[in-house]
């Protein structure tokens, strides 16, 4: 049984690497001749796949999959104010300014102009997904 957070995602990449190889497979052999052996099999096979429980550890596998997939970053004042935080979420990228709007905002405009690297970390356990309130374009 997985303990650590990497086990428990190697976990679901397992669970998700073998669902859509057993699909394959099924899929293979519905090409095949069809022999009432073969065709018992797939049929088991496919019944499997499509169970609720196993359907359901494949949503389960996919959201944790995707959950480890966000980054998120923070760029910090000399006092430790946010200036701004970054999401990456697959193909997007969230972006806002830090909550106190009036604060530091040459700053804020000096580091938008000239550029800034900021480091995307894993989400903690207790990260709020804030950007999920966000519309995609």
Same mark, same amino acid.
């Given at each position: 049984?997985?303990?650590?957070?990497?086990?428990?995602?190697?976990?679901?990449? !397992? #669970?998700? %690497?073998?669902?859509?190889? &057993? *699909?394959?497979?099924? /899929?293979?052999?519905?090409?095949?001749?069809?022999?009432? !052996? #073969?065709? %018992?099999?797939?049929?088991? &096979? *496919?019944?499997?796949? /499509?169970?609720?429980?196993?359907?359901?550890?494949?949503?389960?596998?996919?959201?944790?999959?995707?959950?480890?997939?966000?980054?998120?970053?923070?760029?910090?004042?000399?006092?430790?104010?946010?200036?701004?935080?970054?999401?990456?979420?697959?193909?997007?990228?969230?972006?806002?300014?830090?909550?106190?709007?009036?604060?530091?905002?040459?700053?804020?405009?000096?580091?938008?102009?000239?550029?800034?690297?900021?480091?995307?970390?894993?989400?903690?356990?207790?990260?709020?997904?804030?950007?999920?309130?966000?519309?995609?374009?």
């Amino acid at each position: 049984m997985p303990t650590s957070r990497e086990e428990v995602m190697s976990h679901h990449a !397992v #669970t998700l %690497e073998t669902l859509q190889l &057993l *699909q394959e497979a099924v /899929d293979y052999l519905n090409r095949l001749p069809p022999v009432p !052996v #073969t065709r %018992e099999l797939t049929r088991k &096979l *496919q019944a499997h796949i /499509d169970a609720p429980h196993v359907q359901g550890a494949q949503r389960e596998a996919s959201f944790a999959e995707h959950e480890a997939s966000i980054r998120h970053g923070r760029a910090y004042s000399p006092l430790g104010l946010i200036l701004f935080e970054v999401v990456t979420d697959g193909k997007f990228v969230y972006y806002r300014a830090g909550s106190d709007q009036d604060h530091d905002n040459q700053r804020r405009l000096k580091l938008m102009q000239e550029g800034f690297v900021m480091r995307l970390e894993k989400t903690p356990p207790n990260f709020i997904p804030w950007h999920l309130e966000m519309q995609k374009p």
